[in-house]
């Protein structure tokens, strides 16, 4: 069987973007708005030489919300992935969920068993790619990810974007007795703690 390295996308591979029109933080909806986590193209290369495949995994319900269309979405999705190609940093595959409870487009309404904090998107992967959960990681930066990579049996990474007593005590309060494995301020500490 394989391995692999889950990542979530936004927040954890790109940064997310301030709409200063709508004073909110949200997800890159152009290839222009694209910029890498520092430590990401490091991180990437390193899994990949260990043997680990690359797959990001990502909540994205603008598209079931029209915050995004999904002509946008996949330009945003190739630039990314071409740009990290080209620093030889290899993605084998993306699982993306557009479903929300809210959306506005009827095929993504709906409570579904995707959208992280649910495992689906990991089992989906697991299927395609012969992948031995227990041997894998999950990176990302929400408690999600977290409850996510637990249920699917992987380790976990939370990489704390915000500081470290914020993180301590989101934990605490939402994830019932849950917690990632390692708690990490930089993707390159990551380097030191994913091994064969």
Known sequence: MNKAVFYDRDGTIIDMIFDSEEGIIQTASTPSQIKFIPGVIDILKHTSSLGYKNIIVSNQ??????????????KVKDKMTDRLMLEGAKIDDQYYCFHHSTATISEYKKIC?????????????????????????????????????HAAGCRTILLANLNESEYLHLLEKNLKGIKPDFLIKDLKEAINIIKM
């Not at 068993?113 to 649910?118: E, F, I, S, V």
């Open 61 to 74: 319900a603008g598209v079931g919300t029209e915050k995004i269309s999904i002509t946008n979405f996949n």
């Open 113 to 149: 068993d995707c959208r992280k904090p649910k495992p689906g998107l990991l089992f989906q992967a697991s299927k395609d790619h012969n992948l031995d959960l227990s041997k894998s990681w999950l990176i990302g930066d929400s408690i999600n990810d977290v409850l996510a990579g």
